[in-house]
């Protein structure tokens, strides 16, 4: 039964919600009583859960941590995972990112590809399955995560009280189906300073999130410290590089360096200004190895490579592609030094190794090592039950074959426990914009709808029981 066309009629209502949600901030804060993630996050999940209930769907709010909205069939569940959460907006926009404002077939605001239309084109997909088909035989949720950005514990909380789906998927990557996700760390290095040594180097700071290419890095020095060889230097490359601002200001010197910002996934996405902090001073001569160890080896051990080379860690699969480093965060004064990274590894290589070897390497430099996150890869065969309904589903609205296809990202499907893949929102190969974590993050209208007529199939299909 074809029925993905039906949610068509809803396109109007869809770019109306998409575009108030947008409007909402829903980036991660400090926790206040009853929102675990912050205000901002919570409206947002409050807004979806309205309007869920006001098309006249049950409704479930999961201590402010997730939420769904349900059609109610059999004991067994079909899931859709989104999430409402972004990154922050970071710097660089045309327009304020929370405005949703379109421009022809585009809307632009942060979170409009990742994760908010795909969330909104869920919950419609839904009511225009219900207008077709009358009762589901499985029972359907729309889940609303509000921490995938910053480590998916929300997902915890939500399956500690709440039964896993039979079958699920989540719109947060591209077609056709994503079977296999690379292995995901995040990694913190430490180094305790001399606070007596006298260095230049005041203060550095840059980076918002492990899964960002950071945009932006802030560095102070102590005028009184600097030579004036290093002076030229500074100002010559700062000039030469056209991303860099120098300021003097009460006898110190702040260097100010913006980048570009991208997915953490696959780092040369964007451009590091951490990176381009680090070459800058070390170019001025300041980047001493006995003075600043831990700034000094992510200059020399990473640099501006993607693929952990120099570190030692290098790896690839021809099927699911290469390891890649992402300097996502730095944070240094004259007492401490520290930066985050975020390593994103193939499937088929060993995560515990690759972290026993990361911890001896930078042992012997003597500088502490330890570990955020680790989620390990994911890997469903072409032959389970799920990949052939949402292969079903794909074929029927694009009229073209599946394909299985392997990310650096990290969706919810890891936390489905081997019952669900990532599935859309994207089509690859249609550059509209800039996509996810970008400056002017955009969404294509009329893609939007494309991917809304293959979940409706998808959720029918799921739905479904006797043909697995």
Do not use: W
């Given at each position: 039964m074809r029925v993905g066309q039906a949610v068509l009629k809803y396109e109007t209502d869809i770019i109306r919600e998409l575009s108030a949600l947008i409007r909402i901030r829903s980036v991660?804060?400090?926790?206040?009583?009853?929102?675990?993630?912050?205000?901002?996050?919570?409206?947002?999940?409050?807004?979806?859960?309205?309007?869920?209930?006001?098309?006249g769907f049950n409704i479930c709010n999961a201590d402010g941590y997730a939420g769904h909205i349900e059609w109610s069939g059999g004991e067994e569940i079909a899931a859709v995972l989104v999430h409402l959460d972004t990154v922050p907006e970071g710097d660089g926009w045309s327009s304020n990112p929370f405005t949703a404002e379109i421009r022809g077939d585009l809307l632009i605001g942060r979170g409009a590809s990742d994760n908010k239309g795909p969330a909104v084109a869920a919950v419609y997909a839904l009511a225009a399955l219900r207008d077709a088909i009358g009762r589901p035989e499985r029972t359907i949720r729309i889940i609303f995560g509000t921490d995938e950005e910053s480590g998916m514990t929300d997902m915890d909380y939500y399956f500690s009280k709440h039964p896993l789906p039979l079958y699920g998927f989540t719109p947060d990557a591209s077609?056709?189906?994503?079977?296999?996700?690379?292995?995901?760390?995040?990694?913190?290095?430490?180094?305790?300073?001399?606070?007596?040594?006298?260095?230049?180097?005041?203060?550095i700071s840059g980076g918002e999130a492990p899964n960002m290419v950071p945009d932006y890095c802030e560095t102070i020095l102590d005028g009184g410290l600097l030579s004036a060889e290093a002076i030229t230097i500074l100002k010559e490359h700062a000039k030469a590089l056209d991303r860099a601002e120098l300021d003097w200001r009460d006898g110190c010197l702040k260097l100010k360096i913006r980048g570009k910002s991208g997915h953490g996934s696959y780092p040369p996405s964007?451009?590091?200004a951490i990176v381009?902090?680090?070459?800058?001073?070390?170019?001025?001569?300041?980047?001493?190895?006995?003075?600043?160890?831990?700034?000094?080896?992510?200059?020399?051990?990473?640099?501006?490579?993607?693929?952990?080379?120099?570190?030692?860690?290098?790896?690839?699969?021809?099927?699911?592609?290469?390891?890649?480093?992402?300097?996502?965060?730095i944070r240094a004064d004259r007492e401490q030094a520290s930066a985050v990274l975020n390593i994103r590894y193939p499937v088929t290589k060993n995560g515990e190794q690759l972290l026993k070897q990361l911890e001896a390497r930078f042992a012997k430099i003597g500088i502490e090592f330890w570990t955020e996150q680790h989620m390990e890869p994911l890997y469903i065969s072409e032959d389970?039950?799920?990949?052939?309904?949402?292969?079903?589903?794909?074929?029927?609205?694009?009229?073209?074959?599946?394909?299985?296809?392997?990310?650096?990202?990290?969706?919810?499907a890891r936390k489905l426990q081997n019952r669900g893949v990532a599935f859309g929102a994207g089509f690859p190969g249609r550059n509209h914009g800039p996509g996810a974590h970008q400056p002017d993050e955009c969404i294509s209208i009329s893609d939007l709808m494309l991917h809304a007529q293959i979940c409706t199939q998808a959720l029918y299909e799921l739905q479904k029981k006797g043909d697995e």
């Open positions: 991660k804060e400090p926790a206040q009583p009853g929102m675990p993630y912050g205000p901002g996050v919570a409206r947002a999940l409050d807004y979806m859960l309205q309007l869920g209930e006001a098309l077609y056709p189906i994503i079977h296999a996700e690379k292995g995901f760390l995040v990694n913190t290095l430490y180094e305790k300073r001399d606070a007596a040594c006298r260095t230049p180097i005041l203060s964007g451009i590091n381009l902090t680090l070459q800058l001073l070390n170019k001025a001569g300041l980047l001493h190895p006995q003075q600043h160890k831990l700034l000094y080896d992510l200059h020399k051990s990473i640099g501006s490579e993607a693929f952990g080379q120099s570190l030692g860690i290098a790896c690839e699969d021809p099927k699911h592609g290469k390891l890649t480093v992402n300097l996502a965060a389970q039950p799920l990949i052939k309904k949402l292969g079903r589903a794909y074929e029927l609205v694009m009229k073209e074959q599946v394909k299985l296809l392997s990310i650096g990202g990290g969706t919810y």
